[in-house]
Protein backbone atom coordinates (compact mmCIF):
# COMPACT_ATOMS: atom_id res chain seq x y z
CA UNK A 1 0.00 0.00 0.00
CA UNK A 2 1.60 3.28 -1.29
CA UNK A 3 -0.04 5.26 1.02
CA UNK A 4 -1.79 7.37 -2.27
CA UNK A 5 -5.73 6.92 -2.35
CA UNK A 6 -7.87 7.30 -5.38
CA UNK A 7 -11.58 7.05 -5.54
CA UNK A 8 -13.19 5.63 -7.44
CA UNK A 9 -11.98 2.50 -8.58
CA UNK A 10 -13.91 1.82 -11.70
CA UNK A 11 -16.47 4.62 -13.69
CA UNK A 12 -18.66 3.61 -16.06
CA UNK A 13 -20.19 6.77 -17.97
CA UNK A 14 -21.28 7.29 -21.43
CA UNK A 15 -19.88 9.91 -23.94
CA UNK A 16 -20.46 13.69 -23.42
CA UNK A 17 -20.43 13.22 -19.64
CA UNK A 18 -18.32 14.34 -17.18
CA UNK A 19 -16.11 12.85 -14.30
CA UNK A 20 -14.48 13.93 -11.41
CA UNK A 21 -11.85 11.91 -10.12
CA UNK A 22 -10.04 11.96 -6.71
CA UNK A 23 -6.93 11.75 -5.33
CA UNK A 24 -5.47 11.76 -1.53
CA UNK A 25 -1.47 11.86 -1.92
CA UNK A 26 0.47 10.34 1.38
CA UNK A 27 0.46 12.30 4.48
CA UNK A 28 3.12 14.83 4.41
CA UNK A 29 3.51 14.78 0.49
CA UNK A 30 2.78 18.40 -1.20
CA UNK A 31 3.63 17.24 -4.79
CA UNK A 32 0.41 15.15 -6.58
CA UNK A 33 0.37 13.81 -10.39
CA UNK A 34 -1.78 13.17 -12.83
CA UNK A 35 -0.97 10.10 -15.14
CA UNK A 36 -3.19 8.80 -18.17
CA UNK A 37 -2.51 5.16 -19.07
CA UNK A 38 -4.52 3.42 -22.15
CA UNK A 39 -3.75 1.20 -24.88
CA UNK A 40 -2.59 2.62 -27.48
CA UNK A 41 -0.71 6.02 -26.08
CA UNK A 42 0.79 4.20 -23.18
CA UNK A 43 1.48 5.90 -19.85
CA UNK A 44 1.25 9.24 -20.21
CA UNK A 45 2.08 12.68 -17.73
CA UNK A 46 -0.86 15.07 -17.83
CA UNK A 47 -0.48 17.69 -14.45
CA UNK A 48 1.32 18.27 -11.98
CA UNK A 49 0.67 20.54 -8.86
CA UNK A 50 2.72 21.21 -5.91
CA UNK A 51 0.67 22.67 -2.71
CA UNK A 52 -2.13 23.91 -4.64
CA UNK A 53 -0.06 25.72 -7.38
CA UNK A 54 0.08 24.20 -10.41
CA UNK A 55 4.10 23.16 -11.55
CA UNK A 56 3.84 21.58 -14.90
CA UNK A 57 1.86 20.38 -17.27
CA UNK A 58 2.08 17.76 -19.84
CA UNK A 59 -0.07 16.12 -22.38
CA UNK A 60 -3.33 17.35 -20.81
CA UNK A 61 -6.41 17.97 -23.24
CA UNK A 62 -8.11 21.14 -22.82
CA UNK A 63 -11.15 19.42 -22.22
CA UNK A 64 -9.07 18.28 -18.72
CA UNK A 65 -8.92 19.91 -15.63
CA UNK A 66 -6.99 19.55 -12.34
CA UNK A 67 -6.86 21.27 -8.75
CA UNK A 68 -5.35 20.51 -5.87
CA UNK A 69 -6.94 22.11 -2.56
CA UNK A 70 -5.54 23.28 0.22
CA UNK A 71 -6.22 20.31 2.23
CA UNK A 72 -3.83 18.65 -0.79
CA UNK A 73 -6.10 16.29 -2.32
CA UNK A 74 -6.42 16.80 -5.90
CA UNK A 75 -8.98 16.35 -8.22
CA UNK A 76 -9.00 15.61 -12.16
CA UNK A 77 -12.46 16.70 -14.00
CA UNK A 78 -12.41 15.20 -16.92
CA UNK A 79 -15.26 16.79 -19.43
CA UNK A 80 -17.16 15.97 -22.65
CA UNK A 81 -15.78 12.45 -22.62
CA UNK A 82 -15.16 10.74 -25.64
CA UNK A 83 -14.62 7.01 -26.12
CA UNK A 84 -10.83 7.62 -26.25
CA UNK A 85 -10.72 9.04 -23.16
CA UNK A 86 -11.55 4.99 -21.66
CA UNK A 87 -7.75 4.63 -19.73
CA UNK A 88 -6.30 4.08 -16.05
CA UNK A 89 -5.87 7.09 -14.76
CA UNK A 90 -2.86 7.20 -11.62
CA UNK A 91 -2.46 9.89 -8.98
CA UNK A 92 0.80 10.01 -7.57
CA UNK A 93 2.53 12.01 -5.15
CA UNK A 94 5.84 12.84 -4.06
CA UNK A 95 7.47 15.12 -1.16
CA UNK A 96 9.45 17.54 -3.69
CA UNK A 97 8.43 20.17 -5.14
CA UNK A 98 10.07 19.23 -8.40
CA UNK A 99 13.02 20.87 -7.97
CA UNK A 100 14.86 17.70 -6.85
CA UNK A 101 14.52 14.35 -7.73
CA UNK A 102 12.63 11.83 -5.69
CA UNK A 103 10.23 8.73 -5.36
CA UNK A 104 6.51 9.14 -6.46
CA UNK A 105 4.37 7.05 -4.74
CA UNK A 106 1.20 6.00 -6.83
CA UNK A 107 -2.15 5.02 -6.04
CA UNK A 108 -4.02 2.28 -7.34
CA UNK A 109 -5.67 3.81 -10.40
CA UNK A 110 -9.11 5.10 -11.47
CA UNK A 111 -10.35 2.73 -14.62
CA UNK A 112 -12.42 4.85 -16.34
CA UNK A 113 -14.71 3.45 -19.61
CA UNK A 114 -16.87 5.78 -21.31
CA UNK A 115 -19.80 4.01 -23.27
CA UNK B 1 11.82 11.39 -31.88
CA UNK B 2 10.66 9.36 -28.50
CA UNK B 3 11.84 10.54 -25.21
CA UNK B 4 12.12 6.74 -23.80
CA UNK B 5 12.64 4.29 -25.86
CA UNK B 6 11.97 0.33 -23.96
CA UNK B 7 12.92 -2.20 -27.47
CA UNK B 8 11.71 -5.21 -25.80
CA UNK B 9 8.48 -5.86 -25.91
CA UNK B 10 8.56 -9.17 -23.80
CA UNK B 11 11.30 -10.93 -22.14
CA UNK B 12 11.30 -14.38 -20.39
CA UNK B 13 14.15 -15.59 -17.73
CA UNK B 14 14.85 -18.19 -15.36
CA UNK B 15 14.17 -18.26 -11.79
CA UNK B 16 17.44 -17.22 -9.76
CA UNK B 17 19.15 -15.84 -13.38
CA UNK B 18 19.46 -12.29 -14.35
CA UNK B 19 17.97 -10.40 -16.47
CA UNK B 20 18.44 -6.89 -17.99
CA UNK B 21 15.64 -4.88 -19.52
CA UNK B 22 17.16 -2.18 -22.12
CA UNK B 23 15.98 1.62 -21.81
CA UNK B 24 17.67 4.62 -23.65
CA UNK B 25 16.63 8.02 -23.32
CA UNK B 26 16.86 10.88 -25.03
CA UNK B 27 17.48 14.59 -23.63
CA UNK B 28 19.35 17.54 -24.02
CA UNK B 29 18.65 19.10 -20.99
CA UNK B 30 22.19 18.50 -19.04
CA UNK B 31 19.96 17.97 -15.59
CA UNK B 32 17.38 15.11 -15.94
CA UNK B 33 16.22 11.98 -13.69
CA UNK B 34 15.65 8.21 -14.44
CA UNK B 35 13.28 5.94 -12.55
CA UNK B 36 12.08 2.30 -13.59
CA UNK B 37 8.64 1.48 -12.10
CA UNK B 38 7.13 -2.05 -11.82
CA UNK B 39 3.32 -2.68 -12.49
CA UNK B 40 2.15 -6.04 -11.89
CA UNK B 41 -0.97 -7.80 -13.04
CA UNK B 42 -3.23 -6.10 -10.63
CA UNK B 43 -2.39 -2.73 -12.31
CA UNK B 44 -0.20 -0.34 -9.34
CA UNK B 45 2.87 0.96 -10.53
CA UNK B 46 6.05 0.47 -7.87
CA UNK B 47 8.67 2.27 -7.90
CA UNK B 48 11.81 0.31 -7.76
CA UNK B 49 14.72 3.16 -8.76
CA UNK B 50 16.33 6.04 -9.60
CA UNK B 51 19.39 7.59 -11.17
CA UNK B 52 19.91 11.14 -11.60
CA UNK B 53 22.03 12.57 -14.49
CA UNK B 54 25.18 13.93 -12.38
CA UNK B 55 25.14 10.66 -10.25
CA UNK B 56 28.99 9.06 -10.48
CA UNK B 57 27.59 6.17 -9.35
CA UNK B 58 25.05 3.43 -10.64
CA UNK B 59 22.13 3.13 -8.49
CA UNK B 60 21.11 -0.17 -6.57
CA UNK B 61 18.41 -1.47 -4.55
CA UNK B 62 18.66 -4.55 -3.25
CA UNK B 63 18.25 -6.50 -6.33
CA UNK B 64 17.72 -3.85 -8.62
CA UNK B 65 20.32 -2.07 -10.03
CA UNK B 66 20.45 0.11 -13.01
CA UNK B 67 23.33 0.55 -15.12
CA UNK B 68 23.70 3.91 -15.99
CA UNK B 69 25.80 4.59 -19.50
CA UNK B 70 25.23 8.24 -20.04
CA UNK B 71 27.14 9.07 -23.42
CA UNK B 72 25.13 6.13 -24.60
CA UNK B 73 22.16 7.68 -22.88
CA UNK B 74 21.47 4.00 -21.56
CA UNK B 75 19.71 3.39 -18.43
CA UNK B 76 19.21 -0.52 -18.03
CA UNK B 77 17.42 -2.20 -15.12
CA UNK B 78 19.38 -5.15 -14.17
CA UNK B 79 17.35 -7.65 -11.53
CA UNK B 80 19.58 -10.11 -9.96
CA UNK B 81 18.07 -13.37 -9.06
CA UNK B 82 15.02 -13.31 -10.92
CA UNK B 83 12.00 -14.61 -8.34
CA UNK B 84 8.26 -15.73 -9.62
CA UNK B 85 7.25 -12.17 -8.14
CA UNK B 86 9.32 -10.13 -10.46
CA UNK B 87 7.12 -11.41 -13.66
CA UNK B 88 5.24 -7.58 -14.11
CA UNK B 89 5.01 -4.87 -17.03
CA UNK B 90 8.36 -2.68 -16.29
CA UNK B 91 8.52 0.98 -17.18
CA UNK B 92 11.65 3.31 -17.70
CA UNK B 93 10.94 6.70 -17.21
CA UNK B 94 12.72 9.73 -17.44
CA UNK B 95 11.91 13.55 -15.72
CA UNK B 96 13.44 16.45 -17.71
CA UNK B 97 13.14 20.29 -17.46
CA UNK B 98 14.48 20.79 -14.01
CA UNK B 99 14.70 24.35 -14.15
CA UNK B 100 11.41 25.13 -16.49
CA UNK B 101 9.11 22.82 -15.00
CA UNK B 102 9.32 18.81 -14.81
CA UNK B 103 8.07 16.53 -17.53
CA UNK B 104 7.46 13.14 -16.97
CA UNK B 105 7.91 10.62 -20.32
CA UNK B 106 7.59 6.96 -19.82
CA UNK B 107 8.75 4.74 -22.63
CA UNK B 108 6.23 1.56 -23.82
CA UNK B 109 7.40 -0.84 -21.38
CA UNK B 110 8.87 -4.40 -21.00
CA UNK B 111 6.71 -7.36 -19.78
CA UNK B 112 8.78 -9.48 -18.10
CA UNK B 113 8.07 -13.51 -17.00
CA UNK B 114 10.03 -15.43 -14.86
CA UNK B 115 9.94 -19.27 -15.93
CA UNK B 116 10.17 -21.79 -12.53
Known amino acids: DSGVTQTPKHLITATGQRVTLRCSPRSGDLSVYWYQQSLDQGLQFLIQ???????AKGNILERFSAQQFPDLHSELNLSSLELGDSALYFC??????????????FGPGTRLTVT | AQKITQTQPGMFVQEKEAVTLDCTYDTSDPSYGLFWYKQPSSGEMIFLIY??????QNATEGRYSLNFQKARKSANLVISASQLGDSAMYFCAMREGWNTGNQFYFGTGTSLTVIP
Open chain 1, 92 to 105: ASSASSGQGDYEQY
Open chain 2, 51 to 56: QGSYDQ
Open chain 1, 49 to 55: YYNGEER
